[in-house]
């Protein structure tokens, strides 16, 4: 081995490795920014051809989404608005939020209700009297957030910050696209050319396809649920639905997380039990749609995952990072899957291997 | 006056073609400066030392390479003759892009040689998207496609027609 070139890799490795240090906090932003631009790429894309530059294609992009955000803003806020000054009067009339006085919120009132209801029929139980207990320790919890944000302002500050910087890095990488993937392809020697290009084009297309037919499918399944809830009379169809299509990205099991959502709200609501009956009925029709029709159409078949094999992989993300980990475990898993499959299977035919 | 600062105006807001050099291939020759632009986004410039492999048969088939400058030896199965060698202006791969996944032959350097290679995936997307660009590309393909097989029916009565076909699905030298 020529001596120069082997100190040469050496002092790159270091390099390498330094720069990984320095830019560690920014890589979950990289990543996050990745995600966004694939997302928005074929958009970009489209624009593209029909002649509109590259950069501005990226703006009108964003304006779109900008404006789509604002209208739902627009359309939304006033009813949170109405609700925040409701617990903004709480806290001006000065009174101490005890869990005692919590449960005489309406919603909170009516779960309230039903666990006495319960604790009336099953003797020992006492649900409602540990449900005051924990709403007093959430109080106080609560009590202490002003300190500990006045405590950790620089800390929100900075991520917030991180946050912002999304749009920015997504706005170069959807610009630059192709001078990344030429100046990433340059770093190949001819003798693995081929092999790069096929991995990074692979990689490309699954990950790109995967991301956008996910995100359609949470924004499909929410609001077919959304809808079919409000015509059955479930309450807060919007929020139930929502939730049932973010859910939805767990395969098997999400789709019941969703309905068992809309059914303990029914629970909680106290309405006629045949709603029960209707509202997992109209998650049922929901879920018939989207494995038959939405998930086919955008993904082009389900996710080859063995149903045990996705438990595992949702108990360990839960494990490892709670409720968001436990939703992007299983699409990360399966897209680290089918990359390693192609890998082997292109170092097979190349004979590398 | 003002007629000759618009023009001044003109010559120095005019961008020169970026991509026109790309017109001396025939199949781009008659591409617009945007449909040039779309394709360039999918090139990528590789250089090969003298003796150096292209690619090698029986591998799979990603990239077709247009030839910048320096000549390629195609060793196999890519002439009646058994080798060819393909010189500036010319390309490797186009036949095999429309319907084989793996090389039938190999390619090698005879001189130092400056290439820019696309992805016959890329290539197909573009005709695809861009239907204007693509019936001039595939055009300009089987004009050059119809003079290679009028080239190979020149060809002494001894050599098999169809064998030729069969074995010439990597290379389409030019005829000049």
Redesign the interface.
């Known amino acids: 081995m020529n001596w120069t070139k082997l100190l040469f890799y050496i002092l790159l490795i270091i390099l390498l490795v330094m720069g990984a240090f320095f830019y560690r906090w920014i890589f979950a932003n990289l990543v996050y920014a990745m995600v966004f631009s694939y997302i928005l790429d074929p958009f970009v894309s489209w624009f593209e051809r029909r002649r509109v530059p590259r950069w501005l294609s990226v703006v009108g992009v964003y304006l779109v989404i900008l404006g789509f955000f604002t209208w739902v803003t627009a359309r939304f806020v006033p009813d949170l608005i109405r609700q925040g000054n409701y617990l903004f009067d709480l806290f001006k009339s000065g009174q101490h939020l005890s869990g005692q006085y919590i449960v005489t919120i309406p919603f909170i009132n009516g779960v309230y209700e039903f666990m006495q209801n319960l604790d009336t029929q099953i003797p020992g139980l006492a649900l409602a009297p540990k449900m005051i207990e924990i709403l007093d320790n959430a109080n106080s919890t609560l009590a202490g957030i002003p300190k500990l944000l006045m405590d950790n302002y620089q800390n929100i500050l900075s991520t917030l910050s991180l946050i912002a910087t999304i749009p920015l890095l997504s706005f170069f990488m959807l610009k630059d696209k192709y001078k990344l993937r030429k100046a990433a392809l340059e770093l190949s020697s001819n003798r693995y050319f081929e092999l790069c290009f096929i991995l990074l084009r692979k990689f490309d297309t699954n990950v790109g396809t995967f991301l956008r037919a996910i995100l359609f499918e949470v924004i499909a399944v929410g609001f077919m649920a959304s809808i079919a809830l409000g015509i059955v009379g479930v309450r807060n169809p919007v929020l139930i639905g929502a939730t049932a299509g973010v859910a939805n990205i767990i395969p098997y099991f999400g789709p019941f997380m969703g309905g068992a959502l809309a059914v303990l709200t029914v629970l909680i609501n106290g309405g006629p039990l045949i709603m029960i009956v209707y509202a997992a009925l109209a998650m049922y029709i929901v879920q018939v749609i989207d494995n038959n029709l939405v998930y086919p159409l955008v993904v082009g078949g389900t996710i080859s995952m063995h149903p045990l094999l996705v438990l595992l992989t949702v108990i360990a993300g839960g494990w490892y990072g709670g409720i968001l980990w436990m939703l992007i475990s299983v699409p990360m898993v399966y897209i680290t899957y089918s990359l390693v499959k192609v890998l082997y299977i292109n170092l097979k035919d190349f004979r590398i291997i | 006056m003002l007629k000759l600062i618009i023009r001044w105006l003109k010559t120095q807001l005019h961008k020169p073609d970026k991509n026109a050099a790309l017109r001396r291939f025939s199949i781009f020759k008659k591409l617009s400066s945007?449909e040039l632009y779309?394709l360039s986004?999918?090139l990528?410039k590789?250089s090969?030392k003298a003796g150096?492999?292209?690619?090698d048969r029986d591998?799979?088939l990603?990239?077709i390479f247009f030839i910048e400058h320096g000549e390629i030896e195609v060793l196999g199965t890519a002439h009646p003759s058994g080798h060819s060698v393909l010189t500036k202006n010319q390309w490797i791969g186009i036949i095999d892009m429309f319907h084989e996944n793996i090389r039938s032959s190999s390619a090698r350097a005879l001189t130092d040689v400056q290439a820019i290679?696309v992805?016959r995936?890329?290539f197909l997307d573009l005709i695809n998207?861009?239907p204007h660009m693509g019936v001039t590309i595939l055009s300009a393909i089987c004009e050059s496609f119809s003079k290679y097989i009028f080239q190979l029916c020149e060809q002494p009565p001894a050599v098999n027609l169809a064998d030729n076909q069969k074995q010439s699905t990597l290379g389409v030298p030019e005829l000049r």
């Not at chain 2, 150096?52 to 690619?55: I, K, R, S, V």
């Open positions: 945007f779309l986004n999918h990528h590789r090969f150096e492999m292209l690619f591998y799979p990603e990239m290679a992805s995936f890329d998207k861009n």
